[in-house]
Protein backbone atom coordinates (compact mmCIF):
# COMPACT_ATOMS: atom_id res chain seq x y z
CA UNK A 1 0.00 0.00 0.00
CA UNK A 2 1.75 3.36 -0.88
CA UNK A 3 2.26 5.37 2.21
CA UNK A 4 0.60 8.25 2.48
CA UNK A 5 2.02 12.08 1.87
CA UNK A 6 2.95 14.46 4.96
CA UNK A 7 0.12 16.77 3.97
CA UNK A 8 -2.39 14.21 4.62
CA UNK A 9 -1.09 12.71 7.97
CA UNK A 10 -0.89 16.93 8.92
CA UNK A 11 -4.59 17.24 8.15
CA UNK A 12 -5.73 13.94 9.45
CA UNK A 13 -3.89 14.67 12.99
CA UNK A 14 -5.63 17.94 13.05
CA UNK A 15 -8.56 16.78 12.04
CA UNK A 16 -8.18 14.00 15.64
CA UNK A 17 -6.55 16.51 17.81
CA UNK A 18 -7.91 19.77 17.21
CA UNK A 19 -9.05 20.34 20.42
CA UNK A 20 -5.23 19.77 21.75
CA UNK A 21 -4.59 21.98 19.30
CA UNK A 22 -7.08 24.95 19.87
CA UNK A 23 -5.62 24.83 23.58
CA UNK A 24 -2.08 25.34 22.84
CA UNK A 25 -2.86 28.29 20.48
CA UNK A 26 -3.42 31.00 22.74
CA UNK A 27 0.42 29.79 23.53
CA UNK A 28 1.78 29.69 20.17
CA UNK A 29 0.00 33.31 19.29
CA UNK A 30 1.34 35.01 22.92
CA UNK A 31 5.44 33.59 21.74
CA UNK A 32 4.82 34.84 17.87
CA UNK A 33 3.39 38.32 18.85
CA UNK A 34 5.25 39.04 22.22
CA UNK A 35 8.59 37.26 21.50
CA UNK A 36 9.24 36.34 17.64
CA UNK A 37 7.87 39.49 16.26
CA UNK A 38 9.78 41.90 17.76
CA UNK A 39 12.73 40.38 16.60
CA UNK A 40 12.02 42.34 13.60
CA UNK A 41 12.52 45.59 15.58
CA UNK A 42 16.01 44.28 16.64
CA UNK A 43 17.49 45.53 13.09
CA UNK A 44 17.45 49.11 14.50
CA UNK A 45 20.81 47.82 16.02
CA UNK A 46 22.31 48.25 12.73
CA UNK A 47 20.36 51.60 11.81
CA UNK A 48 20.73 55.22 13.20
CA UNK A 49 16.92 55.12 13.73
CA UNK A 50 14.66 58.22 14.25
CA UNK A 51 10.60 56.95 14.28
CA UNK A 52 10.32 60.02 11.72
CA UNK A 53 12.06 57.69 9.00
CA UNK A 54 11.07 54.68 10.26
CA UNK A 55 13.14 51.56 10.82
CA UNK A 56 14.23 50.72 6.71
CA UNK A 57 14.30 54.28 6.06
CA UNK A 58 16.54 54.87 8.77
CA UNK A 59 20.04 55.14 7.52
CA UNK A 60 22.90 51.65 7.80
CA UNK A 61 25.41 52.08 10.29
CA UNK A 62 26.24 49.04 10.54
CA UNK A 63 28.40 47.65 13.35
CA UNK A 64 28.43 51.27 14.91
CA UNK A 65 26.40 51.13 17.91
CA UNK A 66 28.67 47.87 18.98
CA UNK A 67 31.71 49.41 18.60
CA UNK A 68 30.48 52.54 20.63
CA UNK A 69 29.51 50.40 23.29
CA UNK A 70 32.21 48.19 23.45
CA UNK A 71 34.50 51.81 23.62
CA UNK A 72 31.97 53.26 26.43
CA UNK A 73 33.73 54.30 29.73
CA UNK A 74 30.80 52.48 31.34
CA UNK A 75 31.22 49.29 29.26
CA UNK A 76 33.92 47.55 32.21
CA UNK A 77 31.34 48.39 34.96
CA UNK A 78 28.10 46.86 33.69
CA UNK A 79 29.38 44.49 32.14
CA UNK A 80 31.46 43.32 35.79
CA UNK A 81 28.25 44.60 37.66
CA UNK A 82 26.22 42.07 35.77
CA UNK A 83 28.17 39.16 36.11
CA UNK A 84 28.94 39.46 39.53
CA UNK A 85 24.88 39.57 40.54
CA UNK A 86 24.57 37.06 38.64
CA UNK A 87 27.16 34.49 39.68
CA UNK A 88 25.98 35.17 42.91
CA UNK A 89 22.55 34.95 42.36
CA UNK A 90 23.70 31.21 40.51
CA UNK A 91 25.92 30.60 43.49
CA UNK A 92 23.57 31.35 45.79
CA UNK A 93 19.73 31.43 44.73
CA UNK A 94 19.64 28.11 42.47
CA UNK A 95 21.00 25.69 45.17
CA UNK A 96 18.47 27.73 47.76
CA UNK A 97 15.24 26.21 46.07
CA UNK A 98 16.74 22.65 46.12
CA UNK A 99 17.60 22.75 49.72
CA UNK A 100 13.87 23.72 51.05
CA UNK A 101 12.36 21.35 48.93
CA UNK A 102 14.78 18.57 50.47
CA UNK A 103 13.67 19.96 53.85
CA UNK A 104 10.26 19.77 53.07
CA UNK A 105 10.24 16.50 51.72
CA UNK A 106 11.15 15.42 54.94
CA UNK A 107 8.53 16.84 56.66
CA UNK A 108 5.90 14.60 58.39
CA UNK A 109 3.27 17.07 59.55
CA UNK A 110 1.10 17.84 57.00
CA UNK A 111 -0.04 20.80 58.37
CA UNK A 112 3.07 22.47 58.93
CA UNK A 113 4.51 21.32 55.99
CA UNK A 114 1.54 23.36 54.15
CA UNK A 115 1.99 26.39 56.49
CA UNK A 116 5.87 26.25 55.54
CA UNK A 117 5.03 25.99 51.81
CA UNK A 118 2.61 28.82 52.14
CA UNK A 119 4.71 30.94 53.63
CA UNK A 120 7.25 30.35 50.85
CA UNK A 121 5.32 30.69 48.32
CA UNK A 122 3.63 34.14 49.22
CA UNK A 123 6.67 36.40 48.61
CA UNK A 124 6.47 35.68 44.82
CA UNK A 125 3.47 37.25 44.11
CA UNK A 126 3.61 40.02 46.33
CA UNK A 127 4.16 42.77 43.30
CA UNK A 128 7.97 44.38 42.91
CA UNK A 129 6.65 47.69 43.84
CA UNK A 130 5.88 46.38 47.25
CA UNK A 131 8.85 44.39 47.64
CA UNK A 132 11.43 47.11 46.65
CA UNK A 133 8.86 49.04 49.04
CA UNK A 134 9.62 47.04 51.73
CA UNK A 135 13.48 46.76 51.12
CA UNK A 136 13.74 50.29 51.13
CA UNK A 137 11.93 50.97 54.55
CA UNK A 138 13.90 47.94 55.90
CA UNK A 139 17.03 49.20 55.48
CA UNK A 140 16.93 53.11 56.00
CA UNK A 141 18.53 54.37 59.00
CA UNK A 142 15.30 54.20 60.73
CA UNK A 143 14.38 50.68 59.60
CA UNK A 144 14.25 47.31 60.95
CA UNK A 145 17.35 45.76 60.08
CA UNK A 146 19.13 48.88 61.52
CA UNK A 147 17.00 48.38 64.87
CA UNK A 148 19.03 45.41 65.08
CA UNK A 149 22.30 46.05 64.26
CA UNK A 150 21.49 48.75 67.00
CA UNK A 151 20.89 46.17 69.30
CA UNK A 152 23.86 44.01 68.40
CA UNK A 153 26.11 47.06 69.19
CA UNK A 154 26.07 48.42 65.52
CA UNK A 155 25.23 51.77 64.46
CA UNK A 156 22.81 53.30 62.40
CA UNK A 157 23.74 54.21 58.52
CA UNK A 158 21.24 53.92 55.52
CA UNK A 159 22.43 50.49 53.82
CA UNK A 160 21.06 50.97 50.54
CA UNK A 161 23.44 53.69 49.89
CA UNK A 162 26.10 51.51 50.55
CA UNK A 163 27.78 50.46 47.29
CA UNK A 164 29.48 47.70 48.92
CA UNK A 165 26.18 46.50 50.79
CA UNK A 166 24.10 46.13 47.51
CA UNK A 167 24.62 43.17 46.00
CA UNK A 168 24.32 41.31 49.51
CA UNK A 169 20.59 43.14 49.79
CA UNK A 170 20.00 42.30 45.95
CA UNK A 171 20.85 38.80 46.38
CA UNK A 172 19.32 38.00 49.62
CA UNK A 173 15.91 39.72 48.95
CA UNK A 174 15.87 38.21 45.69
CA UNK A 175 16.09 34.32 47.73
CA UNK A 176 13.25 35.12 50.06
CA UNK A 177 11.22 35.89 47.18
CA UNK A 178 11.88 33.28 45.20
CA UNK A 179 13.09 30.25 47.15
CA UNK A 180 9.43 28.86 47.49
CA UNK A 181 8.22 29.24 44.12
CA UNK A 182 11.54 27.78 42.85
CA UNK A 183 10.78 24.56 45.07
CA UNK A 184 7.95 23.11 43.72
CA UNK A 185 9.12 22.03 40.65
CA UNK A 186 11.87 20.08 42.89
CA UNK A 187 8.65 19.34 45.17
CA UNK A 188 7.41 17.78 42.12
CA UNK A 189 10.31 15.60 41.00
CA UNK A 190 10.70 14.15 44.62
CA UNK A 191 7.36 12.99 44.61
CA UNK A 192 8.32 11.06 41.69
CA UNK A 193 11.19 9.12 43.30
CA UNK A 194 10.04 5.27 44.11
CA UNK A 195 9.70 4.15 47.30
CA UNK A 196 11.11 0.69 46.61
CA UNK A 197 14.33 2.55 46.17
CA UNK A 198 14.21 4.04 49.79
CA UNK A 199 13.30 0.98 51.20
CA UNK A 200 16.35 -1.18 49.72
CA UNK A 201 18.51 1.57 50.94
CA UNK A 202 17.15 0.96 54.75
CA UNK A 203 17.66 -2.88 53.81
CA UNK A 204 20.98 -1.93 52.97
CA UNK A 205 21.36 0.23 56.25
CA UNK A 206 21.23 3.18 54.97
CA UNK A 207 20.27 6.05 57.10
CA UNK A 208 18.64 9.15 56.50
CA UNK A 209 21.82 11.12 55.42
CA UNK A 210 22.84 8.46 53.15
CA UNK A 211 19.45 7.98 51.64
CA UNK A 212 19.28 11.71 50.79
CA UNK A 213 22.97 11.28 49.15
CA UNK A 214 22.42 7.92 47.36
CA UNK A 215 19.10 8.22 46.44
CA UNK A 216 17.33 11.62 46.64
CA UNK A 217 19.73 13.50 44.91
CA UNK A 218 20.36 11.30 42.11
CA UNK A 219 16.82 10.81 41.59
CA UNK A 220 16.26 14.57 41.05
CA UNK A 221 19.53 15.23 39.27
CA UNK A 222 18.15 15.18 35.81
CA UNK A 223 15.50 17.82 37.19
CA UNK A 224 18.52 20.15 38.74
CA UNK A 225 20.41 19.75 35.84
CA UNK A 226 17.87 20.91 33.72
CA UNK A 227 16.96 23.90 35.51
CA UNK A 228 20.72 24.48 35.98
CA UNK A 229 20.94 24.76 31.95
CA UNK A 230 17.76 26.81 32.03
CA UNK A 231 19.68 29.37 34.61
CA UNK A 232 22.97 29.54 32.77
CA UNK A 233 20.97 30.64 29.52
CA UNK A 234 19.51 33.58 31.32
CA UNK A 235 22.77 34.37 33.00
CA UNK A 236 22.89 37.96 31.61
CA UNK A 237 19.39 38.74 31.68
CA UNK A 238 19.06 40.68 34.99
CA UNK A 239 15.36 42.13 34.56
CA UNK A 240 16.05 45.76 35.04
CA UNK A 241 12.60 46.44 37.50
CA UNK A 242 14.10 45.56 40.68
CA UNK A 243 17.77 47.57 39.77
CA UNK A 244 16.11 51.05 38.65
CA UNK A 245 13.89 50.20 42.00
CA UNK A 246 17.06 49.99 44.60
CA UNK A 247 19.76 51.77 42.92
CA UNK A 248 20.71 55.61 43.29
CA UNK A 249 23.34 57.66 41.96
CA UNK A 250 25.49 56.42 44.97
CA UNK A 251 25.52 53.07 44.38
CA UNK A 252 25.93 52.76 40.41
CA UNK A 253 28.93 51.78 40.86
CA UNK A 254 28.58 48.17 41.83
CA UNK A 255 24.47 48.50 41.40
CA UNK A 256 24.51 49.52 37.65
CA UNK A 257 23.49 46.60 34.78
CA UNK A 258 23.31 46.05 31.31
CA UNK A 259 19.21 46.13 31.35
CA UNK A 260 19.28 49.17 33.86
CA UNK A 261 21.68 51.08 31.48
CA UNK A 262 19.65 49.89 28.26
CA UNK A 263 16.74 51.33 30.34
CA UNK A 264 17.96 55.06 30.72
CA UNK A 265 19.75 54.99 27.00
CA UNK A 266 17.08 53.44 25.53
CA UNK A 267 14.05 55.03 27.17
CA UNK A 268 14.72 57.85 28.95
CA UNK A 269 17.53 59.20 26.96
CA UNK A 270 15.80 57.77 23.87
CA UNK A 271 18.96 56.26 21.78
CA UNK A 272 16.61 53.89 20.29
CA UNK A 273 19.41 52.20 18.18
CA UNK A 274 22.22 52.23 20.40
CA UNK A 275 20.14 50.85 23.49
CA UNK A 276 18.61 47.98 20.87
CA UNK A 277 22.67 46.94 20.36
CA UNK A 278 23.52 46.21 23.91
CA UNK A 279 20.23 44.18 24.38
CA UNK A 280 21.42 42.27 21.20
CA UNK A 281 24.46 41.91 22.55
CA UNK A 282 23.33 40.70 25.87
CA UNK A 283 21.43 38.41 23.94
CA UNK A 284 23.58 36.82 22.04
CA UNK A 285 25.84 36.00 25.15
CA UNK A 286 22.94 34.18 26.40
CA UNK A 287 22.26 32.03 23.69
CA UNK A 288 25.88 31.70 23.47
CA UNK A 289 26.49 30.28 27.24
CA UNK A 290 23.05 28.51 26.73
CA UNK A 291 24.34 26.01 23.57
CA UNK A 292 27.93 25.48 25.66
CA UNK A 293 26.27 24.88 28.67
CA UNK A 294 23.99 22.41 27.16
CA UNK A 295 26.93 20.47 25.20
CA UNK A 296 28.69 20.38 27.99
CA UNK A 297 25.94 19.07 29.83
CA UNK A 298 25.07 16.19 27.47
CA UNK A 299 28.74 15.14 27.06
CA UNK A 300 29.20 14.52 31.17
CA UNK A 301 25.61 13.55 32.13
CA UNK A 302 24.01 12.93 28.81
CA UNK A 303 20.99 15.53 30.20
CA UNK A 304 20.27 18.09 27.87
CA UNK A 305 17.29 20.59 26.62
CA UNK A 306 17.89 19.04 23.07
Known amino acids: ?49 TPALGIWS ?24 TLLLSLYSLLFGFPAPILLALMLNEVRNKRFKSLAQTVTYLPHFIS ?7 IVNFT ?37 QEIGWGSIIYLAA ?17 GKFKQLLFVTIPSIMPTIV ?31 IISSYVYRIGLLEQNWSYSTAIGLFNSVINLILLIITNKLSKRLSETSLW
Open 128 to 134: MIVVTGM
Open 58 to 81: SPWVGFDNFIRFFNSVYFVRIIKN
Open 140 to 176: MSTGLINDIIVFFGGERSPLLQNPHLYRSIYIVSSIW
Open 226 to 256: IMLILKIGSLMSIGYEKTILLYNPSTYETAD
Open 190 to 206: LSGVDSQLYEAAMIDGA
Open 1 to 49: MKPKGLLYRIQRDLRKNYSLYLLVLPVILFYLLFSYKPMYGAIIAFKRY
